[in-house]
């Protein structure tokens, strides 16, 4: 059994702890917590041991009536593995301390990429991550831009890919983000962040990226063009994408028109606080105009990097190769719409 320590439980630490719970070959070490607000009470709630993040703020949880195992780094020490899901820029002064207890750990894609030995996308660089002390899962973006482009370079070759990523503003938590009532190109200049990051799982992949803000909380949405280097119809693409596991084709009979819809459907299928974890690309929008590929996709970015999360667990102790990984994770978590 891997044993498994999540320090930063909120949108995603919250997230991967419960996934890790669902892993037939993991163990949850236990979570650390700043302080003890509702997702503190909800961890004490599903029997998770809860650790303090910060050690001056025990008396907090003492006070707030939760009972403690111990601070972070006992955790650390308990941990085969750690996944820091803190706020961006936490996990680069975490790493000192995972370092002092020869702890691997897991970072998330609000961290720079120079942290770490590898940036990680099971579908894109899984073998990368073997044996690794440090390794980040990139960003909810990045991760639904490498998940579409690795089967595309690999059947037809990408000459060039080109995308427009209308970025929710915040999270539905995220009480203090925006726009409200605005529409923002953000990053302004150009290339935004995700082509390089791309670059970070293909090194040699051509990519430019353009970057917005939009007023919603629900999903980011892709506008992609790709130019590859054959001509396969709209529909042998369509067929090649099918076959992925953590891509879901929305057909036109759903009626789905949008990322509400999407959401919609997820609560509906049962999913765990309507997580999707696949990109959503709408079937209808698949188009090839001579070698250019079009089409729209939305990510669902509170989720997607959980999966990867718990592939990356695998990589990183060398117990599974990355399709018997990706199959026992699709499998427990209920991948596949
Ligand atoms: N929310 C999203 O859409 C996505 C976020 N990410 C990345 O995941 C990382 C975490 O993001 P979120 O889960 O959204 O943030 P969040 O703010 O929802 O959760 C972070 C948690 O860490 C806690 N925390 C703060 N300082 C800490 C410390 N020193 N030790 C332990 N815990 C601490 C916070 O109290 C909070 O509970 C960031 O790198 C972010 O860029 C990646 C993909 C998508
Ligand atoms: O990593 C993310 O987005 P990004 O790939 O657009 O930077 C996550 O959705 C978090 O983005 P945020 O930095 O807007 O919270």
């Known amino acids: 059994m891997i044993t498994v320590g999540v320090n930063g439980y909120g949108t995603i630490g919250k997230r991967v702890a419960d996934a890790v719970t669902q892993q037939p070959d993991m163990e949850l070490a236990g979570v650390a917590k700043t302080r003890p607000n509702f997702e503190a009470q909800a961890a004490v709630r599903k029997e998770y041991p809860l650790y303090a993040a910060v050690e001056e703020r025990i008396e907090l949880f003492e006070e707030a009536g939760i009972d403690l195992a111990g601070s972070v780094t006992d955790l650390v020490a308990e941990s085969d593995v750690v996944v820091d899901a803190c706020p961006s820029g936490i996990g680069a002064d975490n ?4 370092e002092s207890f020869d702890t691997p750990a897991l970072y998330q894609g609000g961290e720079d990429a120079d942290l770490v030995d590898v940036s990680f996308n099971a579908r894109g660089n899984y073998s990368a991550a073997a044996g690794a002390s440090h390794v980040r899962v990139v960003s ?24 427009t990523l209308v970025r929710r503003g915040g999270d539905p938590g995220q009480t203090s983000r925006g726009p409200i009532n605005d529409i923002l190109p953000n990053p302004i200049t150009i290339p935004s962040h995700h082509g390089p990051d791309v670059n970070t799982v293909f090194p040699d992949l051509d990519i430019d990226t353009l970057g917005m803000k939009v007023p919603a909380t629900l999903m980011h949405v892709h506008s992609v063009n790709v130019t590859l280097e054959s001509s396969p119809t709209a529909a042998d693409v369509r067929d090649l994408l099918r076959e992925e596991s953590r891509l879901f084709l929305v057909p036109e009979s759903m009626a789905i028109d949008g990322a509400g819809k999407l959401k919609e459907f997820a609560h509906d299928a049962g999913r765990p606080r309507g997580d999707v974890w696949e990109n959503c690309i709408w079937e209808e929008s698949i188009s090839m105009e001579g070698d250019d590929l079009y089409l729209f996709e939305a990510i669902h970015q509170e989720s997607d990097v959980v999966p990867e999360n718990i592939d990356a667990i695998r990589a990183v102790t060398e117990t599974a190769d990355a399709s018997e990984s990706i199959a026992t994770t699709n499998e427990t978590l209920g991948i596949g719409l």
């Open 140 to 163: 909810c973006n990045t991760t639904g831009l490498s998940r579409l482009l690795a089967p595309l370079q690999e059947r037809y070759g990408v000459e060039k890919a080109r995308v």
């Open 95 to 98: 790493k000192s301390m995972y």
